[in-house]
Structures are given as structure tokens and as C-alpha cells.
């Protein structure tokens, strides 16, 4: 399985300000992923990152608070803008490397809003 | 909508039994099954996949998936304290050449005990 690297690994942040998360994959892949894992909770899937096109995001999250970029087939990145408190939580980019096989997780960031 | 059911437990097995685990989905369009562990502070960690009804063997892990009914679970044989983890079960919409985001259940948290 590919291997996917995360930056930052955590961070604390003050509300109002903007984080961008990136993730890298030492191969190309077609799909790639964005989750949040709050407190406690399971993955909820955010947006999907296809490279050349926009992000296709899920209902209950927005281009405006979290815009992607997916520059190339290895590369991508999340920001979370005009942070709250409530968006305290994991956040994990996965794969998926194609032929429907299974999606692959990277090791997450851990972001603390205060 | 897509949802995942399991119980979140815990659910407390001894050491060397069979700890199973369950879920069920409501989308009969899925077509996909994943098991994923989760480690406390760790990301998800692919366990196995199944596409077709019936069992599917991996070591001491076996899926079994039932469309008709909605099912699928996970079985772990010889039960060891290492496998103290939170499973989650996900499903995903499309299988084969295509690829979509994955609904994950809130996940059940299994303890081996010694």
C-alpha cells in the first residue's frame, strides 16, 4: 500500500486564524480523501480531491471553510479557514489506488482550536 | 442518506475466544465492505474488505457480508490482547473501477481480556 506522510502532525491554533493541512503519498494515486474525526466520534468524510478538477465536498461542509487543493497526483492539501473551537478535531487524508480497492489512511493532524 | 450502525460497546471477549463483531448499513446500492482498527491515537488501519456475499478468510480474521439482510461482521478467532482496539465498519457505494468516499459506522470497542 502506498505510503502517506501528514503535515502538520498537530498544531493549537487561535480562533480566526486559518490552518492548511497537507498530505503526501510516495505514488500517484487517482482519489484521494479528506475525513474529520472529532472527539470521540467516528470519520466523517469531507471532500473528495480529484487532481485538475475542484474538490466535491459533502453535504454540511463548504469550499469557503475548507478549501482543497490537489496540485498533482501525490499531493494534496486542506485548509481549515476562520477556525472555532468546534473544528477541534482530526483531520486524515486516505487514498484510494485505484481497481476499488480499499482506501488507506494517513496518520492524521491533530488540531486544537482554542 | 447512508448510515452504519454498530454497537459501540465495549464488548469484552477472553483472551484466545472469538470476539464478533457486527454492523449493519441502510443503502442497499452499497456495494463494498470494509473492517478498519483503530488504536487509541492512531489512524485507521485497514483489517480487510469484502465485495460478495458469503465469508471471506484472512488469517484469524473473517468478514462475512449479507446484502439481503444488510449485514456484515467481522470475526476474530484466537483473541489476543493486542486486538483491544476500536473497529470500525464502512461502506462504500461503488466497487471495481470506481471509487467514492467511505460512511463509516461510530465504531465498537472490543477488550481482550487476559
Known amino acids: 500500500s502506498a505510503v502517506i506522510s501528514q503535515k502538520p502532525s498537530r498544531d493549537i491554533c487561535q480562533r480566526g486564524t486559518s490552518l492548511t493541512i497537507q498530505c503526501q503519498v510516495d505514488s500517484q494515486v487517482t482519489m484521494m480523501f479528506w475525513y474529520r474525526q472529532q472527539p470521540g466520534q467516528s470519520l466523517t468524510l469531507i471532500a473528495t480531491a480529484n487532481q485538475g478538477s475542484e474538490a466535491t465536498y459533502e453535504s454540511g461542509f463548504v469550499i469557503d471553510k475548507f478549501p482543497i487543493s490537489r496540485p498533482n497526483l501525490t499531493f494534496s492539501t486542506l485548509t481549515v479557514s476562520n477556525m472555532s473551537p468546534e473544528d477541534s478535531s482530526i483531520y486524515l487524508c486516505s487514498v484510494d489506488q485505484g481497481l476499488g480497492v480499499a482506501q488507506y489512511f494517513g496518520p492524521g493532524t491533530r488540531l486544537l482550536v482554542l | ?114
Open chain 2, 1 to 114: 442518506q447512508k448510515e452504519v450502525e454498530q454497537n459501540s460497546g465495549p464488548l469484552s471477549v477472553p483472551e484466545g475466544a472469538i470476539a464478533s463483531l457486527n454492523c449493519t448499513y441502510s443503502d442497499r446500492g452499497s456495494q463494498s465492505f470494509f473492517w478498519y482498527r483503530q488504536y487509541s491515537g492512531k489512524s485507521p488501519e485497514l483489517i480487510m474488505f469484502i465485495y460478495s456475499n458469503g465469508d471471506k478468510e484472512d488469517g484469524r480474521f473473517t468478514a462475512q457480508l449479507n446484502k439481503a439482510s444488510q449485514y456484515v461482521s467481522l470475526l476474530i478467532r484466537d483473541s489476543q490482547p493486542s486486538d483491544s482496539a476500536t473497529y470500525l465498519c464502512a461502506v462504500n457505494l461503488n466497487s471495481g473501477g470506481g471509487a467514492d468516499g467511505l460512511t463509516f459506522g461510530k465504531g465498537t470497542h472490543l477488550i481482550i481480556q487476559p
